[in-house]
């Protein structure tokens, strides 16, 4: 095709339909609007109504005068804070330790860490439960909390891994070489370096935590430590209690989106020092 | 076993330091994964006794039985059936879906751009629970009640999808955008060039993301149950365990199971890992890592 018969054939082209790079997207936002931002909206007016189909605010109001719902709130919030700090704990040691190149040169054993993610979670619930068993680990709270833990180990380490690995390790040299020891070194440098990691391992752990009741469902036998969301999937097995149920459903929305902002926050904060210095 | 040997008199040099340091930290890294690995052990072991074993921990002897009885459980069979089914078809919808969608997301203007990633942050984001009963409400309100096949698939489908395009887009921002415009150059429309040039060189991303989709729709238990048509719905290999793992005799069946889909998975995990090592040795990062949600949309 020679040059003027492209520039003919593109002002021809101009009055015809001419297909465009992203009109691929546009599918996208047709499921994504049909069937996410919907259903979110429903979830939104059923929140508001009332078991007789009005508008009411009193599902919301029911959720601060119900003393199990708020109990099972706290109970979820309290295993929420205990499963996040203790993978906390035990994670960040590991991801620092595997991060060095003086200690793990190889990938495989961060490789054993993220293996059990491919396995059905309920399943490792289950693996868990039967070593609480053997070795008489009795006390509900703990029960729930460290097969939590179990599921989401890796969701923490992996996110802090990543940062440590990719962390420009001239950093370190440069901190030696002014006379910091290993521990000034790690809480001046690597530490505020790695809360980007930190971070989203806490936000893949925390929220999800909260809202999750099959692992409770599994490692405990009676009715006792109900999170909140056991009280949510109660609230969907009657057709009466939906508004309800979208309540407490929206309350947990609410929360992700406040951990999600002061992540957020967290995020830009730290990356304003590390540049304005 | 070094270190027991000498015992250090004064100052230790700094090499034997390192040691001790060394050894400490690994021991450390090793009883970590020792926890995670016992409870999977234990199944594995006590799934290699016969039906006299009420829990784990009683040992009845040596037999395949728990296999046999795994394999006659229809129950079972039928819901690891149902999974693998959803699981495939959903990661294929969703790969096909997101790979487009990935595509038209890349060549959007800034501002559209931002809005489509917000959007695909929601589902990854958000709590499995609101997800779950948001679907359900929707299909209630639209009137659709036969929960099963076709609510899972979609459902599945829906929250896999923006997995797929968090995998398949950094891969689009590394092509090189001249490759486009070579292909308008020299003669193919848009839509050829999209799949002759583009598509093709896609297709690692494309794969690594179906096996995150299918990952993800055989873990899930959340979106399934209140999805799934209730206790006498649909069961997947999740809900079936959640309804019935009380029960004696398939608590001792899920053994087996989960033995072999324990040591199933670690094979395959480890030849695509070992196979995948070679190309990403430079990054250090697993090549089968899902992908994190990112903090900063």
New interface residues.
Partial sequence: MTQAAAVENKKTKKRRFTFKRHYFAFPYFFLSGLFIVIPLIILFVYAFRGADGGFTFSNFASFFTTPHVLRAMGNSLLIGFATTALCLALAYPVALILANSRFNKTMILVLMFVLPMYINSLLRTLAIKSLFDIMGIENNFWRITIAHVYDFFPFMLLPIYTVLVNMDKSYLEASNDLGGNTLKTWARVTLPLSVPGIVSGILMVFMPTVSMFAVRDIVINREEWPMFGNIIDGMFRTESMYGLGSAYAMILLVMVMVTMVVAGRVNAKRQREVQGK | MKLKQKKPRKKLTLNQR?KIQ?SF??S??FI??AV?????L??IV?SFTNTRSG???DWGGFSMQLYSNMLQNRELMGALGNTLMIAVLSALFATL?GT??A???????RR?KAA?KT??Q??V??????TA??????F??IGFRQFGYTTLI?AHT?IT?PFV?LTVSPRLNQLNPSL?DAGLDL?A???RT?FKVILPQLIPAMIAAFAIAF?LS??D??VT??NNGGASGLHT??TY??TS?KRPNVGQQ?RA??SV??IL??VV??II?FRA?RKAKKA???V???P??????
């Avoid at chain 2, 994190?292 to 949309?297: F, H, I, K, M």
């Fill in positions: 390192r060394k930290a690994l450390f890294v970590v994964l995670m690995y016992v409870p999977i234990l199944i006590f829990r784990i921990g879906l487009i969608s595509v038209g997301i890349h060549f959007l203007k559209v489509a959007l695909n929601i589902i984001v958000n709590a499995d629970i609101v009963v948001a679907f359900m409400l929707f209630f309100v979609l829906m999808m395009i486009y003669g429309g848009p839509m999209l990952t055989v873990d238990f959340v149950k209140f290999l999740s365990l959640y793992f899920l199971l989960s889909i324990f998975s670690f995990l480890l890992n090592k250090r990062l697993p089968v890592a899902p994190t949600p990112t903090t900063t949309a």
